[in-house]
């Protein structure tokens, strides 16, 4: 009996110690790798990713996944996401997701992303959000759902995902899961950046049609007294 409880003891002790070793080891990688030098980032996360730290788990998808300081290995990236993600960790249940999307390092299976993305997407991943929405306005892997692709465009577009705002604000204009309402789409309408010129240059024509679309017959000083178009067209004119 005392044996046991020494023992106990004793693996109490090596885990408060291993802890904080585990801390910075991690951090050791995560630092090489902000570096560019992935070969020691690899060196200090596999040890830890093999006594099932989820997080060097993850980035060892990342490195194998982007052939950073090893091949690229998506076979081997999608070994260690799913490793990570069985564990609950958000980035490795989206990135596992599109791999299963795409069919990277592991068979095409919509329904498998699906499944991974609404892991992610619970916990607030905004991309898993977004291809959610994506998925059920489609119709991949499930029937087509347009009020289900709203409720997942909805909660990307409040964490400020400009693509989310932008298909749930056409989503509104073609009354698609929601009543028709080209004030409400103008609101979504998305006011940040755009990650290239052609999603900006479609960003501008949907606005424009918005724009002509709720004018009808009134001019435009008439419109510009509407609470909820006068900002939106502020913040356009801005951008």
Known sequence: MRMHRFI??????LMMLA?????????????????????TALKEWKPLAERGNSKAQYWLGVLYGHGKGVHKNYKEAAKWYKLAAEQGDADAQYN????????????????????????????GKVKAQYNLGVIYYEGRAVPQDYEEAVRWYTLAAKQGDAMA??????MYED????????REAIKTLPEGSFDSPAKKRAFHALFE???EK???DRSE????????????ACVVLVS
Request: hydrophobic share 40%; glycine share 10%.
């Open 8 to 13: 106990l003891a004793l693996s109490c002790i």
């Open 19 to 39: 802890a904080p070793i585990s801390a910075q080891d991690f951090q050791k990688g995560y630092e090489a790798a902000q570096s560019g030098d992935f070969e």
């Open 96 to 123: 596992l997701g599109v791999m299963y999307e795409n069919g990277e390092g592991v068979p095409k299976d919509y329904k498998e992303a699906l499944r991974l993305y609404t892991l992610a997407a619970e916990q």
């Open 165 to 170: 705002q932008f298909n749930l604000a056409s």
């Open 175 to 182: 009354g698609h899961g929601v009543s028709q309402d080209y």
């Open 209 to 211: 049609q918005f724009r």
């Open 214 to 216: 709720l004018l009808g």
């Open 221 to 232: 000083e008439e419109l510009a007294g509407c609470a909820h178009f006068a900002p939106c």
